[in-house]
């Protein structure tokens, strides 16, 4: 069986398989490259950030905190911190505040209020958008797992 993998692909002899190696190395190099330019950007932020690459649950809510003002849409998350949250949506954000519902590892609920500090067009048709936690509320998810 593992000489089925090492072998080159079908129609490809072994020099090519080492070029087309060497081909898609360098893509790749040249992809993260443009992603993490040389030499360090500046960075204002204090707390380190982790990726968070989940699902999250965002609730509009009003001026109030706690009033919902539309309906629960779910993001792709980005970046966690102790202070905040990154994430990508497909649609332009309207509220400046919502409820952030990030799930635990057992399944649980926890919920953050979050005010929006920044909402940019990222391109093929999404929306990156980040803010800071103002504090911890009631998920509305937990609610809704109830019922």
């Not at 190696?21 to 204090?46: C, E, K, N, Y």
């Not at 635990?104 to 048709?125: K, Y």
Request: glycine share 10%; charged share 20%.
């Amino acid at each position: 069986m593992s000489a089925l993998i090492c072998d080159p692909p079908i129609g490809a002899s072994a020099d090519t398989a080492g070029s087309n190696d060497d081909t898609i190395s360098a893509q790749v190099w040249g992809l993260l490259a443009g992603m993490f330019p040389a030499g360090s950007p500046l960075d204002r932020r204090h707390e380190q950030r982790y990726a968070y690459p989940r699902l999250v649950m965002l609730t509009p809510v009003q001026a109030d905190g706690q009033t919902p003002d539309g309906p629960t849409f779910v993001a792709a998350g980005k970046q966690l911190s102790e202070r905040g949250l990154g994430f990508f949506h497909p649609q332009p954000l309207v509220n400046r505040l919502v409820i952030a519902s990030l799930e635990t590892s057992d399944g649980r609920w926890l919920g953050f209020l979050l005010d929006i500090r920044h909402c940019r067009f990222a391109r093929q048709g999404w929306y990156e958008s980040g803010g800071r936690f103002l504090r911890t509320v009631a998920s509305p998810m937990t609610a809704r797992d109830a019922a």
